[in-house]
């Protein structure tokens, strides 16, 4: 574990993942404030708490719940990772067609899975996993780097694929424990929703501990709690075709934030883009939009939308999430920027 002070600067400038969100400069900083890096969900894990006291018996509480929190983080990975052979999730998988006992964390992770599912008419959709196989853009345990395209699959191999993706394929049984694939070739996937539910699970975890500000990123997942000294946070969208700019700047105060790109995991073949964001109705890469951003109650909320509006696109991407009681910016494909009109959007 990596454990060091840092300024509120050091914080969200640890919340910049991969061009996707960049924090001002506090002022003023929060004293004693403790900043932890580590990987975590074929990612990293980002943690910045001010101390309920300043002095060394705050450090040694924030110490331990940071260490809690990378403990949790490590904890889920193992239940859900479809890497972990033991996982929950891999053992469904593989017993598609017959019903398997999960975990009641899993069972919740699945169950907020398939409402995303329905709510966002299939757009998001965790039975993904078959044709994420096909373009292989996943990252392998103790690996920060996705499984790089080398080729496009086929359009048969897609077409084959595509009738084993649908939300309706998965049933839970809650009262059993269970949860069952109907089809014996359909598999899930939680990449587009289990970093986020973990983050808020941190959340949970420090927020009963009594801490009120602080910060937790998984990924493109980031959670602001209380203020940044007297005034909310801002975070800042990253241009999606100009590295190192930004669109503008958004303030969070309690809330999630979460951007989805087309720049982030993707290769150029022929000259023509193809990134991880796969459209579920196609089985191809969404071309909707370049970047989708999200501000949402809670990690899970924005990192399921950010999918769904980033496929939706346009301004019926912006409805969607308003729909859904967040709100939203979104670039399209050819770079028109549609935002929500409660959401201010500020200079930096």
């Keep these: 574990m990596i454990l060091r002070r ?17 924090a001002e400069e506090p002022k003023p900083a929060c004293p004693g404030l ?6 975590a969900m074929g990612s990293s894990l980002r943690l910045a708490v001010c101390p309920r006291q300043v002095g060394p ?14 403990a949790e983080f490590d904890r889920l990975e193992k239940l859900w990772s479809t890497w972990v052979p033991t996982s929950d ?18 069972m919740a ?6 409402q995303g599912s329905r709510t966002t008419g299939g757009l998001f959709d965790v039975t993904f996993a078959p044709l994420g196989e096909l373009w292989k853009f996943d990252t392998p345990p103790g690996s920060h780097t996705p499984t790089r395209l080398q080729k496009l699959p086929t359009e048969s191999e897609v ?32 990449g587009g929703i289990g970093k986020g539910a973990a983050v808020d699970r941190a959340v949970a975890l420090l927020k009963a501990k ?21 005034r909310p946070w801002r975070v800042g969208i990253a241009h999606p075709r100009k590295p190192g700019e930004i669109l503008g700047m958004v303030q969070i105060e309690d809330a999630a934030f979460s951007t989805s790109g087309d720049y982030e995991r993707y290769a150029l073949l022929d000259g ?32 399921v939308l950010t999918k769904a509006i980033f496929i939706l696109g346009g301004e019926a991407g912006v409805r969607m999430a308003e729909k859904l009681g967040a709100q939203a910016v979104v670039v399209d494909a050819a770079g028109q920027t549609f935002k929500s009109q409660t959401l201010v959007l500020e200079a930096p």
Aim: proline letters at 5%; charged letters at 20%; aromatic letters at 6%.
């Design 57 to 70: 018996a705050g450090e040694t509480e924030v110490k331990a719940a940071i260490a809690e929190v990378a």
């Design 272 to 303: 023509k883009r193809y990134h991880h964001i796969l459209d579920p109705r196609t089985g191809w890469p969404a071309t909707a939009s370049q970047s989708a951003t999200v501000r949402a109650r809670s990690a899970t909320d924005a990192e």
């Design 109 to 114: 992770l699945l169950q907020r899975a398939l």
């Design 6 to 22: 840092a300024g509120w600067m050091g914080l969200v400038l640890a919340a910049l993942l991969a061009g996707t969100v960049q």
């Design 34 to 39: 403790l900043r932890y890096d580590g990987p």
């Design 159 to 190: 077409k084959t694929q595509l009738p084993h993706v649908g939300y309706r394929n998965l049933v839970l049984d809650a009262k059993a424990g269970t949860a069952q694939l109907l089809d014996p070739a359909a598999a899930v996937h939680v």
């Design 89 to 106: 999730l891999a053992r469904l998988n593989r017993a598609a067609g017959k019903p398997v006992a999960i975990a009641p964390e899993t």
């Design 210 to 230: 009594g801490f009120k500000s602080f910060a937790v990123q998984a990924g493109g997942d980031l959670y602001l709690a209380g203020k940044n000294g007297q």
